[in-house]
C-alpha cells in the first residue's frame, strides 16, 4: 500500500510540474504562428498570422530569428489585422539574424480580435536547406483601462521546407510550438498529455494488482485452517 501511495503521489507531482498552469484552466488568449511560401527559385514569403485572438489588440511585437546564412531579408509587407481597426504604426529592423517587429494602432481606434494576417517579410534563399524561424520576446497587448500586455498568448515556431510545408521530417508543428508568453506551460507538451494519462492510469493499475497479490497471499499465511484432518 505504501508503493501504491507514493506512486500516486510522484504521478501527481509529475503532472502538476508539467501541467500546472493549464490545469483548471482553459483559456487561452491566442495563437501567433506562421506560414510559409516559396514564391520562385530564391524567393521565401513568411507570413506571421494571429489565431483566435480572444480579447481586442492595441499591438504587437516580437523579433523573428532565422538562419542569415540560408536567407536576406528584403522587405516586409502590412497584413490586413491591426489594419481593421485603423492606420497603425510600424517599425520594422532587421539587424543581424533578427527581425525586430513592432505595430500598434491609436487609443482610438477600434480593436481587432480573431484571425488575420499580422505581418510579412520576404527572403532571398541563400541555401536550399530547412530554415528555422523562432520567435522571441514576442508581446501581444491589450487595453482595458490600462495597456497591458496577454498572458497567454501561444507563439509557434516554423521549419521551412520546400520539398513539405510541413517542415523537416513533416512535423514542424512538433518542432515549432514555442512556449506561452508569461509564465505558461509549453504548448507542445500538451501533444503528449493523453499518453501521461494513459500510462499513469496503467502504472496505477499494475501495482495496484500486485498489492492486492500481495495481500491475498498474506492473508492465506495467517488463516486457520479449519478442515485439518489433524483436529484432535
Avoid at 489565431?51 to 528584403?74: A, N, Q, R, Y
Wanted: hydrophobic share 40%; charged share 25%.
Amino acid at each position: 500500500m505504501k508503493k501504491l501511495l507514493v506512486f500516486i503521489a510522484l504521478n501527481c507531482a509529475f503532472i502538476n510540474i508539467c501541467y500546472g498552469d493549464e490545469i483548471g484552466t482553459d483559456f487561452i488568449d491566442g495563437t501567433v504562428y506562421i506560414e510559409e511560401e516559396f514564391l520562385d527559385s530564391d524567393l521565401l514569403k513568411i507570413t506571421v498570422k494571429a489565431k483566435e485572438i480572444m480579447t481586442p489588440v492595441i499591438g504587437t511585437s516580437f523579433h523573428l530569428k532565422t538562419d542569415t546564412e540560408k536567407v536576406e531579408f528584403l522587405r516586409y509587407e502590412p497584413g490586413n489585422y491591426l489594419e481593421r481597426g485603423g492606420d497603425p504604426f510600424y517599425l520594422v529592423r532587421s539587424k543581424g539574424e533578427r527581425i525586430m517587429f513592432g505595430s500598434t494602432l491609436r487609443k482610438e481606434d477600434s480593436f481587432p480580435i480573431g484571425d488575420g494576417d499580422i505581418v510579412s517579410f520576404l527572403y532571398q534563399i541563400k541555401v536550399d536547406e530547412d530554415i528555422p524561424f523562432d520567435f522571441k520576446n514576442g508581446v501581444v497587448s491589450s487595453l482595458d483601462t490600462v495597456r497591458q500586455d496577454l498572458t497567454n498568448i501561444i507563439w509557434e515556431n516554423k521549419l521551412a521546407n520546400r520539398g513539405e510545408s510541413e517542415g523537416l521530417f513533416g512535423i514542424s508543428d512538433f518542432y515549432g510550438k514555442d512556449t506561452v508568453v508569461e509564465g505558461g506551460s509549453s504548448s507542445a507538451i500538451q501533444m503528449f498529455w493523453p499518453l501521461v494519462m494513459v500510462f499513469s492510469a496503467l502504472g496505477v493499475a499494475v501495482i495496484a494488482v500486485y498489492v492486492l497479490k500481495k495481500l491475498e497471499h498474506k492473508r492465506a499465511y495467517s488463516s486457520v485452517n479449519f478442515k485439518s484432518d489433524n483436529v484432535l
